[in-house]
């Protein structure tokens, strides 16, 4: 499958289990897999050809990653690998909502690091903001609190992992047209690097 795909920019979900992957494809891809709360919802690598606004691309959703995997899911983890080593840009899924979320971030990026894939354009995207402001907001404060909170957070994110950084629901669709939009800047720039020929997407 991976011979036939063509010179088309490939752009992997990658994160720690149950962060949302799976629901962030079916928005992006308009396809229909299985996404479900739950650990190992997603057991196969599924690719997608993904085609915003005239910019095509290959999008795939991964398998989580957690600590100490399973032995028996090895064999069904290494296909998440080699996608992972293979694409050009990264899609780093986050549960910001979970109280170990920084921890979960760490754990990614250890296992980046250790597929020596760190380098990639990386974009940190913190999903279930609806979740998170339920959980940790109260009634009394207002929303220019909250805005502030919100950009704080993304601040320090951003800056302690050196990576750019926003904020989406993949349930809600909060922010999904803005994610849309950088997905394709970050898409274009690699066509331009990788394949300067294909003028023809934009």
Known sequence: QRKGRGDLIRVAL?????????????????????????????LDTTV??????RTPFLLSDTVGFIRKLPHHLIESFKSTLDETRESDILLHVVDCAHPQFEDHIATVNRTLRELEVEDKPTLLVLNKIDIYRKRYYDDFLDSETKSQIERD???????????????????TKENIDALRKRLIEMVREQYAVRYPYKTVYF
């Open 14 to 42: 990658v994160g720690y289990t149950n962060a949302g992957k799976s629901t962030l494809m079916n928005l992006m891809s308009k396809s229909d897999v299985f996404a479900e709360d739950k650990l190992f919802a997603t």
């Open 153 to 171: 957070l993304i601040n320090r994110i951003s800056s302690t992992y050196d990576v750019e950084t926003m904020f989406i629901s993949a349930k």
């Open 48 to 53: 997608r050809k993904v085609v915003l606004e």
